[in-house]
């Protein structure tokens, strides 16, 4: 079975400073993978996704991930993170032979003065 | 374009009403999600519809009762609830329900308070 897993729950970092959070997967099969974001009190943003094409993918807001499929991750970086950047981060997979979207646990990022 | 809306924004509802929840998405999508997201978790998956029938319940409880009466608009009717419904519900949609590359977009959620 297909399972996303984000190890950190919470990622603590200052202001300015570069953030990498961490997404690795598990699936038997070829997978599309997706980083949203959900702020304070509001619904998921789609970041970024991979789907084909080249590993490094850059999103909105500054954020780029890099598919490695060799080691089934996707993590999450950003060089300066902002305090508007303090959100939840979900990681989350889908398949062609499946109608489902599979989400990490997510990571609380806080970003701090 | 990739919106997807929601109304109300906040709901408070107790055990004996009847509310409904509505979505709407102007993307041409013809899969329509609804999720509930229960605090510091992921959302859940409760049902698809696919070119506006319903294609999977995740065996959700009857008193959640989605519909949808056309191709843009997506609702669920809510009665007797239970305070642990309580929990943002999620709206999404995408291209179809094929997965895959299939993106689904999601609204900014309704927060139900159940009491």
């Known amino acids: 079975a297909q399972s996303v897993t984000q190890l950190d729950s919470q990622v603590p970092v200052f202001e300015e400073a570069p953030v990498e959070l961490r997404c690795n997967y598990s699936s038997s099969v070829s997978v599309y993978l997706f980083w949203y974001v959900q702020y304070p009190n509001q619904g998921l943003q789609l970041l970024l996704k991979y789907l084909s094409g080249s590993t490094l993918v850059k999103g909105i807001n500054g954020f780029e991930a890099e598919f490695n499929k060799s080691q089934t991750s996707f993590h999450l970086r950003k060089p300066s993170v902002h305090i508007s950047d303090t959100a939840e981060y979900f990681c989350?997979?889908?398949?062609?032979?499946?109608?489902?979207?599979?989400f990490g646990s997510g990571t609380r990022l806080l970003v701090r003065p | 374009d990739t919106e997807v809306t929601q109304t109300p924004k906040h709901l408070v509802m107790g055990m004996t009403n009847k509310k409904s929840l509505k979505c709407e998405q102007h993307?041409?999508?013809?899969?329509m999600y609804w999720y509930k997201q229960k605090a510091k978790k992921p959302p859940e998956l409760m049902f698809v519809y696919s070119y506006e029938k319903l294609s999977i319940n995740e065996s959700v409880p009857s008193r959640f009762s989605p519909e949808c009466p056309n191709s843009s608009l997506l609702n669920l009717h809510l009665h007797a609830l239970q305070p642990e419904d309580s929990a943002l519900y999620l709206c999404a949609s995408s291209q179809d329900m094929g997965g895959g590359i299939k993106t689904q977009y999601f609204g900014p959620g309704t927060r139900l308070l159940v009491l």
């Open positions: 993307m041409g999508h013809r899969a």
């Open positions: 989350a997979v889908s398949m062609d032979s499946s109608y489902k979207l599979i």
